[in-house]
């Protein structure tokens, strides 16, 4: 089979074939266009907006503002994908963490325990890894960006998807003219807003049944520079809700160029504010001074955004009896998680590299797209799970209710929690699972419940108490921070 500007395909296998497009320059897409550029003569990205040569913000990311986290496991498959990026970050301004020593982490059922985890992780902004992924994915000779244009629908032939129809967004005659741009293969990772349910339509492809959770939860943030001369046992703060009966949190992390990314959130409608007082009053109300205390004093250099659009939104494209070849569903485009629970970049590389053992093997065209959307489908569980059953303890969460199950590993997980206040074992497995090291059922392993059975006679402080031994003290100045590690547990 020739397609029509004589482009030739194999007709029943993929591998080491001509062309692959790549629909969306997220993160999901850049990683995605790396694997195929093993597998592929060229790899075409289409991306709706134009790009800068530079860091900063594009229209498409409009969360970008926001802290974003690359977890450690994520990190571990970027850096395969592009050796020596980890350093190339460092030397931007990204900052190194150990997750278990320099994050102080308030959890819902007290301090984290704090020890050396040896568990990385990177602090930097979302343009930042934006990019450098972009750099160097243009360094990948057989990869071409193609900014500026915007994918319309699919190109469908028989049995197959065969491309898609592109056309330009500058200038007002080429805004409505089409063009096709035909691929062996087309990978859709255009992100949490899409039309693939239209586009599929469009060529005779079943809609796929959709799923959303939503806890009603918005951010406001900020980026500062510290306070003057202030000291910190820390280097950045998470600091969680304990719904239902509170439901805002709040998070400080380390960014490039010696700043702060501040962000706090609300939960049940009770959106940060965006003035200046109200933002500094949300913070001052959460559990814990030490965020309130530790910003009250910082410099302010952006303005306070806010985003909203933090649903949990899942395409369920493995039930598609009669999927087509050709084409597959990636990121955030087929299962977008609360942000809040900064799953989804690391998830969207897991699906990236089990997309580059798929390519390795012997496989069909269709096979492989049946596979792939299956395999995603398995990936994207545990995460799913995690981020809808944190968001069923919220009391204005719609789409879902917590079942009996559900409220049982509510109860136990808080136990796990609890004990991660004092047992470094206990911490370091919830870590693990946290940064997506090990399945999130390591948590239920025998070792685990044992812990957790005997630790429930242990005696433990009220939040109230924990959260003033957590509080620092101020120099007579009101500018110097000091805070003695041993009050954070």
Not at 171 to 179: D, N, P, Q, V, Y
Not at 289 to 311: G, Q, V
Not at 439 to 461: E, K, Y
Request: net charge positive.
């Amino acid at each position: 089979m020739k397609f029509r500007d004589g482009i030739q395909a194999s007709k029943f296998k993929l591998y080491n074939s001509d062309h692959a497009i790549v629909v969306g320059s997220s993160v999901a897409g850049l990683l995605t266009a790396r694997v195929l550029a093993e597998h592929f003569t060229h790899v075409t990205v289409i991306e709706r907006d134009s790009l800068l040569n530079e860091v900063g913000p594009r229209a498409g990311v409009p969360q970008s503002h926001h802290i974003h986290a690359l977890l450690p496991r994520g990190l571990q498959i970027v850096e395969k994908f592009f050796p020596g990026i980890r350093a190339e970050l460092q030397s931007a301004g990204a900052v190194p963490l150990d997750i278990g020593n320099d994050v102080a982490w308030l959890t819902p059922q007290g301090w984290g325990r704090k020890f050396q985890s040896g568990i990385e992780a990177l602090s930097f902004t979302r343009e930042l890894l934006d990019y450098t992924v972009r750099q160097r994915i243009r360094r990948v000779e057989n990869v071409k960006i193609v900014d500026g244009s915007e994918v319309g629908g699919l190109l469908r032939e028989s049995s197959r998807i065969v491309g898609v129809r592109v056309r330009q967004r500058q200038g007002i005659l080429s805004a409505k003219r089409e063009e096709a741009r035909y691929a062996d293969l087309t990978v859709i990772a255009a992100g949490r807003r899409n039309t693939i349910a239209n586009w599929f339509a469009e060529v005779g492809v079943e809609r796929p049944k959709f799923t959303t959770i939503n806890a009603h939860i918005g951010y406001a943030s900020r980026i500062v520079r510290p306070p003057k001369g202030a000291a910190f046992p820390w280097k950045a703060i998470i600091h969680q809700a304990a719904p239902p009966e509170s439901h805002s949190s709040g998070l400080v992390f380390p960014i490039e160029g010696d700043r702060w990314l501040i962000t706090l959130i609300g939960a049940d409608r009770d959106y940060p504010p965006t003035d200046e007082a109200g933002f500094l009053e949300f913070a001052r109300n959460l559990r814990s001074p030490l965020l309130y205390e530790a910003i009250r004093d910082a410099e302010p250099l952006t303005p306070i955004r806010s985003y909203r659009a933090t649903e949990n939104r899942r395409h369920h494209f493995e039930e598609i009896a009669d999927w087509p070849a050709g084409v597959l569903v990636t990121g955030d485009a087929a299962c977008a998680f609360n942000p809040v629970y900064a799953q989804g970049m690391t998830t969207a590389a897991l699906e990236a590299e089990m997309l580059g053992k798929l390519l390795c093997e012997d496989r069909s065209a269709h096979n492989l797209a049946v596979t792939f959307q299956h395999k995603l489908a398995r990936i994207t569980r545990g995460s799913w799970t995690l981020a809808t059953s944190a968001d069923l303890r919220f009391r204005s969460v719609e789409g879902a209710t917590a079942d009996w199950k559900t409220r049982v590993m509510h109860w136990y997980v808080d136990r796990v929690l609890r004990l991660g206040t004092a047992n470094v074992w206990a911490r370091r497995r919830f870590l693990e699972v946290q940064g997506m090291l090990k399945q999130a059922s390591a948590i239920l392993r025998p070792g685990m419940v044992a812990r957790v059975l005997l630790d429930l006679a242990r005696p433990r402080f009220p939040v109230k108490e924990e959260a003033r031994m957590a509080s620092h003290a101020r120099s007579s100045h009101g500018r110097q921070a000091s805070m003695s590690a041993a009050r954070i547990p």
